[in-house]
């Protein structure tokens, strides 16, 4: 039977925009991997394939400090994370796809999250539309974590940590420590160690006097930032960390983003961001990393997906139309 097509669709046909083939296709995606990871693994791997199974032609770079997988395991334990992003920012620059692409999307993987903010605030070249992390501590840690059995290199950088965490030499050496955040227990306040001495973490989040107003700038730039927390995270302490949050660890009491100063005074443009409806707090089952396949395909399809054609709007109208 033969319909009449309602005036909406008409409209929907047609406000549909006719974009050249290029700027149809995908935004490339970076994705940085977490602790104890390395650029090549397979799990890697198979994030990035999902990426490109499910928005078709999505180039794919997983970010590393060497090409050696070994090496560039060990240099999530140990290194200086200010030369760290630096390095990483003059690869992407110099990238000769990325470099070239009109925005990138970003994928972090719990460390890996906060640098990706770090590169977001500090570099931005190309700049990343989407940022989406998963258990990432941008609060910070309160406690370290522990290694698997054999894991030596871990063991290692742990063993030097507990040493002296806010020693010069661990703040440019051990990676974990730079993001180690220790608070007054009496008043909840971030300690005068933390701001003196956090090679990282005090920096990003602009806690000190003196506030980078590009960080706030280029973070408020992003188009959405979405943040995931693992219902049942015990590696990270606290969890929450990863929806910047503050956790009174004696209590349990969990203070909000949108309750803390950081966010108030706007220091790094999360409020901003906000207000323009792109900052976005998620959950999802499991302990750290327990990624699942559903989450991230519902991920890319809502944040990556190129702007569809004008063709494709159209075949989906009509099969709408037909399934009436
Ligand atoms: C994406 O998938 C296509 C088709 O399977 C493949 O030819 C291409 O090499 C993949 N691209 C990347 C970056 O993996
Ligand atoms: C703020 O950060 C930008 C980007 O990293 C840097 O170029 C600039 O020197 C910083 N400004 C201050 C006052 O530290
Ligand atoms: C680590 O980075 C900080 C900040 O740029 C710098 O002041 C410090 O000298 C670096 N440490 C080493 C060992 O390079
Ligand atoms: C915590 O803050 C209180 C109140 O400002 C102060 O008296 C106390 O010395 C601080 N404790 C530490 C360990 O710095
Ligand atoms: C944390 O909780 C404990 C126990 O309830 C309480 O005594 C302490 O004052 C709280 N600290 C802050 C900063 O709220």
């Known amino acids: 039977m033969l319909r009449l097509i309602p005036l909406s669709t008409l409209l929907l046909i047609t406000s549909a925009s006719i974009l050249p083939l ?4 995908p935004l490339p995606l970076i994705i940085w991997h977490g602790l104890g990871d390395n650029y090549d693994a397979d799990g890697l791997k198979s994030v990035g394939d999902l990426a490109n199974e499910t928005n078709p032609g999505t180039f794919v770079y997983n970010i590393r400090l060497d090409e050696d997988p070994g090496s560039d395991r060990t240099a999530t334990f140990f290194g200086n994370i200010t030369l760290q992003i630096a390095q990483v920012c003059e690869d992407l620059a110099s990238h000769p796809i990325l470099s070239t692409a009109p925005a ?16 977001i605030e500090r570099c931005n070249l190309p700049p990343v539309r989407n940022l989406i992390t998963f258990g990432s501590q941008h609060n910070g840690i309160a406690k370290y974590q522990t290694c698997g059995a054999a894991d030596w290199v871990c063991k290692g950088a742990m063993a030097l ?3 002296n965490t806010w020693s010069d030499y661990v703040q440019s050496h051990l990676v974990p420590a730079q993001y180690f955040r220790s608070t007054n227990a009496s008043t909840g306040e971030p300690s005068s160690e933390y701001l003196e001495h956090s090679n990282f973490l005090a920096d990003i989040n602009n806690e000190r006097e003196g506030k980078n107003a590009t960080y706030a700038e280029n973070l408020a730039s992003l188009d959405n930032f979405i943040m995931y927390v693992f219902e049942d995270d015990t590696t990270v302490i ?12 004696t209590s349990g009491d969990v203070t909000d983003l949108r309750d803390r100063t950081i966010y108030k005074e706007d220091w790094i443009g999360l409020k901003k961001l906000d207000e323009k409806g792109g900052l976005v707090f998620k959950t999802t089952e499991g302990g750290h990393m327990q990624l699942n396949d559903k989450e991230l395909v519902y991920l890319f399809k809502t944040y990556f997906a190129p702007p569809k054609a004008a063709w494709e709007v159209v075949g989906e109208v009509l099969q709408e139309i037909v399934e009436l």
């Not at 290029?22 to 296709?25: A, D, I, L, T």
């Not at 606290?238 to 660890?249: C, D, H, I, R, V």
Request: glycine share 14%.
């Open 22 to 25: 290029s700027e149809r296709s």
């Open 161 to 163: 940590l507990r040493t």
């Open 238 to 249: 606290p969890k929450e960390s990863g929806w910047f949050a503050q956790t009174n660890l």
């Open 104 to 119: 990138v999307n970003a994928l972090g993987f719990s460390q890996g999250g906060q640098f990706l903010r770090g590169y």
